[in-house]
């Protein structure tokens, strides 16, 4: 028989082990999305739409990966776990491809535009490798409700700082390097190195600290497992309409979040007018907002629901993206009260967003019979990870369209700089709310959660079954 997941609270030690492991996630993905395009187009010396483009395209083949992974990670037979071992696997090679990411080159033209693209293809195949089980290992650790909000919150106090970290931490490493007589490209080799070193070692502590953690399949259940070839497995996962929602949901979602994160660091330094030195310290504050404010949304999940909080935050999120396009970012001070509300309401999406991810495992369980946490991990990054390559590749074009000439700050046009507020700030609001329309639509709440798994327990234990509570879920 299958291995009983813990209903009950998860040890202090193995939760914290856990989310250390998102390291291996936050260091490369943010990285990526907030330096990849500035490092193409303002060192690299690439224009901004191939640049866009090669940002599209790596990020697509993230996305194809996914479901790959998933399938893999959930039919798995090692001896060692469904999970870890592909974890341990890919931290060594993701580590170095974070550093070869920002390693300028001697090429021009189609080969250096084709190493850019082929480290970045490789990048995001290791970046799935280990970010789809890790994940899915989450929702083998507990199905307690609150439990899951609580592992995500912890989730996010290790992640900001390393988003501070990945933010601040190439800003001031060229700061204080360009000040001792380093290159600008010297500096960015010592930005690859950090990073892929944090890979490493919080990769490898997560690794560590949950082994024996995972569900044991027999090797029947994994025999049916694989009976289903990967299209049955996906289309069977997307039959439930919970799930549906929930990835449309997250799928605009990160279409605005991604086209904000990738504008940032242009609005910092042309309209804001703020050198590497401030943008650090920017960066920094911004860490310590999204620590202090990142209970808000859990605990009041915790007491009003997930999908309540999650929307409330959300429609926050609408009202300062509009409130600044208005009012404009051309100062520090300005940037942090704009960067302090980012830090609130984008709290709610990544505290809580995997916690609704997990609990369509078990609506999965009961409809279609089968736990593929991977496959279930794997879909809503797929469909996520193709909203933010689209987001990436049209904030390349729209930066081209208005004009961005890469040459420095001051040096841009007002039109430019208007365009440049215009993806960081009107727009991608204009998105996230479309994103809040569709999970007024989602199902799953907390009631209907706690009636599901009353209805797999029973159907385990034999007992007469009803779907009482939870109806409007099938």
């Known amino acids: 028989m299958t291995k009983t997941l813990s209903i009950s609270k998860v040890p202090f030690r193995v939760k914290l082990g856990y989310v250390l492991g998102t390291g291996g996630d936050s260091v490369p993905y943010n990285l990526f999305y907030t330096y990849f395009l500035f490092f193409l187009t303002d060192v690299a010396g690439v224009s901004p739409a191939v640049?866009?483009?090669?940002?599209?395209?790596?990020?697509?083949?993230?996305?194809?990966?996914?479901?790959?992974?998933?399938?893999?990670?959930?039919?798995?037979?090692?001896?060692?776990?469904?999970?870890?071992?592909?974890?341990?696997?890919?931290?060594?090679?993701?580590?170095?491809?974070?550093?070869?990411?920002?390693?300028?080159?001697?090429?021009?033209?189609?080969?250096?535009?084709?190493?850019?693209?082929?480290?970045?293809?490789?990048?995001?195949?290791?970046?799935?490798?280990?970010?789809?089980?890790?994940?899915?290992?989450?929702?083998?650790?507990?199905?307690?409700?609150?439990?899951?909000?609580?592992?995500?919150?912890?989730?996010?106090?290790?992640?900001?700082?390393?988003?501070?970290?990945?933010?601040?931490?190439?800003?001031?490493?060229?700061?204080?390097?360009?000040?001792?007589?380093l290159s600008i490209n010297q500096c960015?080799?010592?930005?690859?190195?950090?990073?892929?070193?944090?890979?490493?070692?919080?990769?490898f502590i997560s690794w560590k600290s949950t082994k024996g953690r995972e569900i044991v399949r027999t090797e029947e259940e994994i025999k049916n497992a694989r009976s289903k070839h990967i299209f049955k497995q996906f289309k069977?996962?997307?039959?439930?309409?919970?799930?549906r929602v929930l990835v449309?949901?997250?799928?605009?979602?990160?279409?605005?979040?991604?086209?904000?994160n990738t504008s940032v660091v242009y609005l910092l330094t042309h309209n804001a007018g703020m050198h590497p030195g401030q943008q650090g310290t920017f960066w920094m504050l911004y860490s310590v907002f999204a620590i202090v404010l990142a209970p808000i949304p859990v605990q009041l999940a915790n007491k009003i629901g997930r999908k309540k909080s999650?929307?409330?935050?959300?429609?926050?999120?609408?009202?300062?993206?509009?409130?600044?396009?208005?009012?404009?970012?051309?100062?520090?001070?300005?940037?942090?009260?704009?960067?302090?509300?980012?830090?609130?309401?984008?709290?709610?999406?990544?505290?809580?967003?995997?916690?609704?991810?997990?609990?369509?495992?078990e609506l999965d369980e009961y409809v279609n019979h089968s736990r593929r946490e991977g496959s279930i991990v794997a879909i809503a990054q797929f469909l996520g990870k193709f909203g933010a390559a689209a987001a990436t590749s049209v904030t390349g074009f729209m930066l081209?369209?208005?004009?961005?000439k890469g040459l420095g700050p001051g040096m841009e046009s007002p039109e430019t700089l208007k365009g440049i507020l215009?993806?960081?700030?009107?727009?991608?609001?204009?998105?996230?709310?479309?994103?809040?329309?569709?999970?007024?639509?989602?199902?799953?709440?907390?009631?209907?959660?706690?009636?599901?798994?009353?209805?797999?327990?029973?159907?385990?234990e034999g007992r007469t079954v009803s779907t009482e509570g939870f109806q409007e879920l099938l």
């Open 188 to 203: 960015w080799n010592i930005t690859g190195i950090i990073g892929g070193l944090l890979v490493i070692l919080f990769g």
């Open 310 to 361: 999650f929307i409330i935050f959300g429609l926050l999120y609408v009202v300062n993206a509009a409130v600044f396009f208005i009012a404009g970012i051309n100062s520090m001070p300005v940037a942090l009260v704009y960067a302090f509300f980012i830090a609130l309401t984008t709290s709610a999406f990544w505290g809580l967003y995997y916690a609704f991810v997990y609990d369509c495992s």
């Open 400 to 404: 081209q369209g208005f004009g961005y």
């Open 236 to 243: 069977e996962v997307l039959s439930l309409k919970p799930f």
């Open 51 to 181: 640049a866009g483009i090669i940002s599209f395209v790596s990020v697509c083949w993230d996305g194809i990966t996914d479901p790959a992974v998933g399938y893999l990670s959930d039919t798995s037979d090692s001896k060692y776990g469904r999970r870890r071992p592909f974890m341990i696997g890919s931290i060594w090679p993701l580590a170095l491809l974070v550093f070869l990411m920002f390693l300028p080159n001697p090429f021009k033209g189609g080969l250096q535009v084709a190493y850019y693209l082929v480290i970045a293809l490789l990048l995001w195949t290791f970046y799935t490798t280990y970010m789809i089980p890790w994940t899915a290992l989450g929702a083998e650790l507990t199905q307690d409700f609150k439990e899951r909000n609580i592992i995500r919150m912890m989730g996010a106090f290790v992640a900001y700082p390393l988003v501070a970290l990945c933010n601040a931490g190439p800003m001031y490493v060229i700061q204080v390097g360009m000040a001792r007589g």
């Open 422 to 460: 215009l993806c960081s700030t009107l727009l991608p609001g204009v998105i996230i709310l479309v994103s809040m329309l569709i999970f007024m639509n989602y199902k799953l709440t907390r009631d209907r959660f706690e009636a599901l798994k009353e209805a797999i327990n029973a159907r385990k």
């Open 248 to 260: 449309a949901g997250g799928l605009v979602y990160l279409i605005g979040f991604t086209m904000a």
